[in-house]
């Protein structure tokens, strides 16, 4: 019997959403949910969860860190990956991956990862225009998009555990 998986996600522009999708074509018998949408099935329904989120301002999206809080318990127990999908890369990127999530849960994951990101700027705000100028500078507007190789190797991290 295959191990049954669920990937929860919060996202606001598409990029996690579009890494949750493509998470979800490389594993069997994964459900997704969109923590904006979908109700939150039982997890004792499954074997492991996948946890991701765009960062904004630092930190993960606020439908993301209120699940943690109501599930933290229950996520330790299971078989775990977490993702974000960010702007930054190197070192600063870690930290963010590292910072989003609570120490409890970073510790626990098996499969840990910076997915990139992917900005369609007709989507974004004026002021959020403007944040993503002074993050990241004139000319930084579409993200790099989602790095296929980083979300391979986490799919083959969580099949391996």
């Not at 078989?79 to 930290?95: K, N, S, V």
Request: with cysteine; net charge negative; aromatic share 8%.
């Amino acid at each position: 019997m295959r191990d049954r998986m669920l990937i929860v996600y919060a996202g606001k522009y598409g990029c996690t959403e579009k890494a949750a999708s493509l998470l979800q074509s490389r594993l069997e018998d994964t459900e997704v949910v969109n923590l904006k949408v979908t109700a939150v099935p039982a997890l004792d329904d499954y074997d492991a969860v996948i946890l991701g989120s765009a960062i904004y301002y630092g930190r993960i999206r606020k439908e993301m860190a209120r699940f943690i809080a109501q599930y933290e318990q229950e996520l330790l127990s299971k078989r775990l990956g977490l993702f974000i999908c960010a702007g930054m890369t190197g070192e600063r990127a870690e930290q963010e991956l590292q910072q989003a999530y609570p120490e409890a849960l970073y510790k626990n994951a098996v499969a840990k990862e910076i997915m990139g990101d992917e900005i369609d700027p007709d989507q974004l705000s004026v002021f959020d225009k403007w944040v993503l100028r002074m993050v990241k500078g004139k000319g930084h507007g579409a993200g790099g998009g989602i790095s296929l190789d980083k979300l391979e190797r986490f799919v083959c991290t969580m099949l391996a555990h």
